[in-house]
């Protein structure tokens, strides 16, 4: 093992210099322009007015490793990592990073000291070096340089092993664009099948959400939360990606769940969709685990519903969903919709077989999807 320290000195410190009011200044990348893949997201790249002189070190080259000191959260701890491969000596970085170069690139191959940096992160590695103030997360990044130690292997391995891990990110890159297609067709076919559902096209009866399916909504409370041994309480954070995603959940105790669980209670087949921020994105809960939901709609299928799940998912996919509901939603930075504007919800109630028909495509698209991940590892 080699001290990363010793691979590439201390994280230089970044500029920020003053406004740019000619729109001329040099561009600065910040942690907003981090991506959570390790790369650089070049939208909003802000420009600065860089006065201060002898820091041609400081702007960027291909390779060099860019490393956030202040940031992050509770659910996401500081210290990302992104690999620079723009343009040369164009860049700078501002004060909330800082910069790692490699000082013997003929001993080390900067990509592998990223990676192994990125996977540090993604275990969890940065945090025992964490500082918090004020709700800011920061690095105490001097300990962590000095301290993190890099797998000393030969350089042709090194390559060798950053080859293989951006071949399978291009892969996986593939497989997102192929699943999203997937996800077009099922689009594609609800408009067929079921026409313009915002004109009723095909006059079929129409009744209120609320009306063919029992809509509720979790706890607005904040229970008293665990750390160990607890139930997970479901947000709208965590429904924000086409599935619950437990990894970032807070635990409550057994009897707040029972408590929340008494009015909400979440079973197999029924319907989630967060009110709070990510609005819309309904999922389907697929899952049997115990847990609890908050500022969550619940949308549950009674006996002999009119209507079955798989058709109100996509509805509540369709435009006609966000021209019927998403126009109410209502709140600033914080986007909100009402438990009452769901139930209001006035949907067109298509044949139930003809729905039936529908859900049965939408599993086979399913099994095409389960194909691709299964082909993938």
């Not at 320290?5 to 990348?29: F, H, K, M, Q, Y």
């Given at each position: 093992m080699a001290k990363l320290i010793d691979i590439t000195g201390r994280a230089l410190s970044g500029e920020w210099g003053a406004d740019d009011e000619t729109g001329d200044g040099t561009p600065v990348l910040r942690t907003t322009n981090f991506t959570n893949k390790g790369s650089v997201d070049y939208n909003n790249v802000v420009t600065r007015c860089i006065t201060k002189k002898n820091i041609d070190e400081k702007y960027?080259?291909?390779?060099?490793?860019?490393?956030?000191?202040?940031?992050?959260?509770?659910?996401?701890?500081?210290?990302?990592?992104?690999?620079?491969?723009?343009?040369?000596?164009?860049?700078?970085?501002?004060?909330?990073?800082?910069?790692?170069?490699?000082?013997?690139?003929?001993?080390?191959?900067?990509?592998?000291?990223?990676?192994?940096?990125y996977g540090n992160y993604r275990r969890g590695g940065t945090r025992p070096f964490e500082n918090k103030t004020t709700g800011l997360h920061n690095l105490k990044t001097d300990d962590y340089v000095s301290c993190y130690e890099v797998a000393d292997i030969d350089i042709i391995e090194q390559v060798q092993i950053c080859e293989k891990l951006d071949k399978l990110k291009e892969i996986i890159k593939k497989r997102k664009v192929q699943l999203e297609q997937l996800d077009l067709l099922i689009k594609s076919r609800f408009v067929e099948m079921f026409g313009d559902m915002t004109g009723n096209t095909n006059g079929w009866e129409k009744k209120l959400l609320g009306e063919v399916c029992d809509v509720r909504d979790g706890t607005h409370d904040s229970p008293k939360y665990v750390m160990d041994d607890g139930y997970p309480l479901v947000t709208s954070k965590n429904v924000s990606t086409g599935k619950i995603d437990f990894t970032d959940c807070s635990l409550i105790c057994r009897e707040d769940l029972n408590k929340i669980n008494s009015r909400s209670k979440v079973d197999l087949g029924d319907i989630l969709m967060p009110m709070i921020g990510t609005v819309g994105n309904p999922v389907i809960v697929d899952v049997d685990k115990e847990f609890a939901i908050k500022n969550?709609?619940?949308?549950?299928?009674?006996?002999?519903?009119?209507?079955?799940?798989?058709?109100?998912k996509a509805l509540l996919q369709s435009d006609y969903f966000d021209s019927a509901v998403l126009s109410k939603v209502k709140g600033g930075t914080q986007k909100f919709i009402s438990l009452g504007d769901i139930r209001k919800l006035e949907i067109a109630l298509p044949p139930l077989e003809l729905q039936n028909n529908f859900s049965d495509f939408v599993n086979q698209v399913d099994k095409s999807k389960f194909h691709e991940f299964r082909h993938f590892y």
């Amino acid at each position: 093992m080699a001290k990363l320290i010793d691979i590439t000195g201390r994280a230089l410190s970044g500029e920020w210099g003053a406004d740019d009011e000619t729109g001329d200044g040099t561009p600065v990348l910040r942690t907003t322009n981090f991506t959570n893949k390790g790369s650089v997201d070049y939208n909003n790249v802000v420009t600065r007015c860089i006065t201060k002189k002898n820091i041609d070190e400081k702007y960027l080259c291909q390779g060099d490793i860019i490393i956030e000191k202040s940031g992050g959260s509770d659910k996401q701890p500081v210290g990302r990592v992104i690999y620079f491969e723009g343009p040369e000596k164009t860049y700078l970085f501002n004060n909330f990073t800082g910069l790692l170069r490699v000082k013997d690139i003929k001993q080390w191959f900067p990509k592998y000291v990223f990676y192994s940096l990125y996977g540090n992160y993604r275990r969890g590695g940065t945090r025992p070096f964490e500082n918090k103030t004020t709700g800011l997360h920061n690095l105490k990044t001097d300990d962590y340089v000095s301290c993190y130690e890099v797998a000393d292997i030969d350089i042709i391995e090194q390559v060798q092993i950053c080859e293989k891990l951006d071949k399978l990110k291009e892969i996986i890159k593939k497989r997102k664009v192929q699943l999203e297609q997937l996800d077009l067709l099922i689009k594609s076919r609800f408009v067929e099948m079921f026409g313009d559902m915002t004109g009723n096209t095909n006059g079929w009866e129409k009744k209120l959400l609320g009306e063919v399916c029992d809509v509720r909504d979790g706890t607005h409370d904040s229970p008293k939360y665990v750390m160990d041994d607890g139930y997970p309480l479901v947000t709208s954070k965590n429904v924000s990606t086409g599935k619950i995603d437990f990894t970032d959940c807070s635990l409550i105790c057994r009897e707040d769940l029972n408590k929340i669980n008494s009015r909400s209670k979440v079973d197999l087949g029924d319907i989630l969709m967060p009110m709070i921020g990510t609005v819309g994105n309904p999922v389907i809960v697929d899952v049997d685990k115990e847990f609890a939901i908050k500022n969550v709609a619940l949308i549950k299928f009674v006996e002999d519903s009119l209507v079955n799940n798989i058709f109100v998912k996509a509805l509540l996919q369709s435009d006609y969903f966000d021209s019927a509901v998403l126009s109410k939603v209502k709140g600033g930075t914080q986007k909100f919709i009402s438990l009452g504007d769901i139930r209001k919800l006035e949907i067109a109630l298509p044949p139930l077989e003809l729905q039936n028909n529908f859900s049965d495509f939408v599993n086979q698209v399913d099994k095409s999807k389960f194909h691709e991940f299964r082909h993938f590892y």
